[in-house]
């Protein structure tokens, strides 16, 4: 039984694998695997755990009575042992002391391992992890503050083991973090893994979609792919250990994610899972996560990873310490939050202090000023007292002075002219920021169309490799046919060779006796041995009409003379034609008819029986030319087939070139198109925080000027304040 072939492997569906593995006996070669108990359902057939592209099963090892994982894959993967040769070669080189926790499952990559239908398939053989997913854990265990917490601190020394050793698991997740019975993790699902081989490569999938940032694409493949998820993760696992009831309030029983999901990383305003995160009191899980919602546009290769790797010398007590110590230590002025967090949560910022703070050091102008009020409304009260009631003006008049002069030196203070410069620097400054609800509202629109183009050409992408595969499949199958018609109407021509021959020899001798025949008859001359009642009159008669000997007639034919009432003959000529020669009459016509055939009897009677050998080889050699002749156009539309195959792979390779390269060009657009998003995002985020403290400034500012009221000028004037 040969393995599937073709450009692209069409393979087995989970319930095809589950019907073979009933007969491991049959389905298996490997020595550990052939015999092996599949779990079962309660209806008594393999149990699978399904996923985007394969089916896994559980089967205990009837040799060696170890249990294993089996991944069976129903879809292809580009390259697929070639990946993981190279994640096995790099895992397996990994040093135990080297990790934090024993997270790294074994594995082998098994071509051609199991037999389903007509074909034989890879399977992975993975150790099987007695552990729990990461969210049935937490169903068990979020009420246990420290637990949680120290699990987070050993998810953070998880990653860092993985940035050590440059590698990138590609779908970090509450289903591929498994918990043993210790509380260390156990990493499974290596499909995805970056490791540095495959630098140049693309990515085979895109990971959970409620783990992942909205900037992921196709061609994101590098050390950066796991940053996003492990920034989500452990928001999730420090707000579980700070706040055991989030977990039933935002998450959902059997959901697919923790505490956030796909919708709270594209849409953080709508959301009300992250807004309670955000408004959440303690100061870390608010503080953690802004910055998952500022991460959240920012293409993957500018993301800050969960912690910096150590050195590969570090031992696994010494990582541990550290995560402990990270997760412990407060840095001060940051509100409590841990140390090794300073640098990737941007500090509250305050309002810009702009203008000045009220009136400060008087100077001889306000000295005069202060001197002067009092002057000028001693000189008022006097006019009036000296009747000069009767005009308001002239009574006035002092006040007014002294008015003036209090606004002169006002106005000549430095703290009005800073007050009015700083605000209107401000004002202008505010005035040339790009408005930011447009401009997040604009933002929003340019990633809804590039999100709605990138699904419908990513979609595409697939549909036009599959539809070239499907020509390439139609083409084969009508090459084939025509070879099927072609051969078959040129076998049918060889088997009819024996009958040809046959038929050849037979007519081969019935020329022959039939020549034989004639030539006896051309020797008989009728005028030597004239047949009874022909004399030599007649004879000469007869020559003369062209009947010499027994071969030039071949019989009679009787007429009706109606002119003399009697019957007559005519002889027919061994060309068909009909004669009269005057004498023969009906009787000596029979005469000369009963000689011919007397003679025809004597010869064939005397005639071969048989071809000579010579005669019959020549027959024969003829027909085997034909049987040659159709056995090089059997051969020759063989030739032709494969011609025709040959076309229709180099067309549909070609087209597949095509696409992978107009893919990859449009990937690369695409990439870059994200990055300038996260640019623009973070442009938005920065313009936003600067339009608010610019803003809170100007009121600011504003609440300073009345500050410098005349009021509270002339409050200054007298008790400096």
Aim: proline share 5%.
């Amino acid at each position: 039984m040969g393995s599937a072939t073709g450009p692209q492997r069409q393979f087995p569906s989970g319930a095809d694998y589950a019907e073979a593995l009933q007969h491991t006996q049959l389905c298996f070669q490997h020595p550990e695997l052939k015999d092996a108990r599949p779990e079962l359902t309660k209806l008594g057939l393999p149990r699978a755990i399904s996923g985007a592209f394969a089916s896994v099963f559980s089967l205990t090892s009837a040799s060696s009575g170890r249990r294993y994982a089996i991944k069976c894959f129903t879809r292809h993967v580009p390259d697929q042992e070639r990946r993981y040769q190279a994640i096995s070669s790099r895992l397996a080189r990994l040093d135990p002391a080297e990790l934090s926790q024993p997270w790294n499952l074994g594995f082998e990559y098994l071509p051609d391992a199991i037999s389903v239908g007509r074909g034989r398939y890879p399977v992975l053989k993975m150790e099987w992890a007695e552990a729990v997913t990461l969210s049935s854990w937490l169903d068990d265990n979020h009420a246990d503050r420290f637990a949680v917490d120290r699990l987070a601190d050993r998810f953070e020394a998880l990653t860092r083991d993985l940035a050590a050793h440059e590698i990138a698991h590609g779908d970090l997740q509450h289903g591929n973090l498994l918990v043993a019975s210790d509380g260390t993790l156990r990493l499974v699902d290596y499909d995805g893994m970056y490791v540095p081989a495959l630098a140049g490569m693309g990515g085979t999938e895109r990971g959970h979609r409620n783990y992942q940032s909205p900037l992921r694409g196709n061609d994101d493949f590098g050390l950066a792919l796991d940053r996003f998820s492990a920034w989500v993760i452990f928001l999730s696992l420090k707000a579980i250990a700070s706040d055991p009831a989030l977990w039933n309030r935002l998450h959902e029983p059997s959901g697919e994610f923790l505490l956030l999901t796909e919708e709270d990383f594209k849409n953080p305003s709508g959301s009300t899972r992250l807004q309670t995160l955000l408004s959440h009191p303690d100061r870390m899980v608010s503080g953690l996560a802004d910055h998952v919602r500022s991460l959240a546009f920012q293409p993957l290769d500018v993301l800050p990873p969960l912690a910096p790797a150590v050195p590969k010398q570090q031992t696994a007590a010494t990582t541990t310490s550290a995560a402990s110590a990270r997760g412990t230590a407060a840095t001060p002025g940051t509100g409590g939050l841990p140390g090794w967090m300073t640098g990737h949560i941007s500090p509250q910022a305050e309002p810009l202090v702009t203008a000045p703070d009220g009136f400060h050091t008087r100077t001889p102008l306000d000295v005069a000023s202060a001197v002067f009020w009092p002057l000028m409304l001693v000189a008022a009260a006097l006019m009036v007292v000296a009747g000069f009631s009767a005009s308001l003006i002239g009574s006035c008049a002092p006040v007014l002075a002294a008015v003036a002069l209090t606004a002169f030196a006002r106005s000549r203070r430095p703290e009005r002219t800073q007050s009015r410069a700083s605000l209107a620097k401000l004002t202008n400054e505010l005035a040339q920021l790009d408005d930011p609800v447009k401009a997040a509202e604009k933002l929003r629109k340019d990633r809804a169309k590039f999100d709605a183009a990138e699904a419908k050409r990513t979609a595409a992408y697939p549909r036009a490799r599959d539809k070239l595969t499907a020509q390439y499949h139609a083409e084969l199958k009508k090459a084939e046919k025509r070879k099927v018609r072609k051969q078959h109407d040129i076998d049918k021509k060889i088997d009819g060779l024996s009958e040809e021959l046959r038929k050849a020899l037979s007519k081969a001798l019935t020329d022959k006796q039939s020549a034989y025949v004639r030539d006896q008859l051309g020797r008989r001359l009728i005028a030597q041995s004239p047949p009874h009642g022909i004399g030599p009159k007649l004879a000469a008669r007869l020559a003369a009409a062209g009947i010499r000997t027994a071969a030039d007639f071949t019989g009679y034919r009787p007429v009706q003379n109606t002119h003399y009432n009697s019957t007559g003959a005519v002889l027919v000529l061994s060309s068909g034609r009909a004669i009269d020669v005057h004498g023969i009459g009906e009787a000596k016509a029979i005469a000369l008819d009963a000689w011919r055939k007397n003679l025809v009897a004597s010869a064939e009677a005397r005639q071969p029986t048989a071809l000579s050998a010579s005669e019959r080889q020549s027959i024969e050699q003829g027909i085997a030319r034909r049987e040659a002749q159709l056995t090089a156009q059997r051969k020759a539309v063989e030739s032709e087939t494969d011609a025709l195959r040959a076309k229709a792979q180099k067309q549909m390779e070609d087209g597949q070139e095509r696409l992978t390269r107009e893919n990859t060009l449009a990937s690369v657009q695409a990439r870059q198109q994200r990055q300038e998003f996260g640019r623009r995002t973070v442009a938005l985020q920065q313009n936003s925080a600067l339009h608010g403290t610019l803003s809170a400034s100007i009121e600011a500012a504003k609440l300073r000027q009345r500050g410098l009221s005349f009021a509270c000028y002339l409050r200054f004037l007298y008790i400096s304040r």
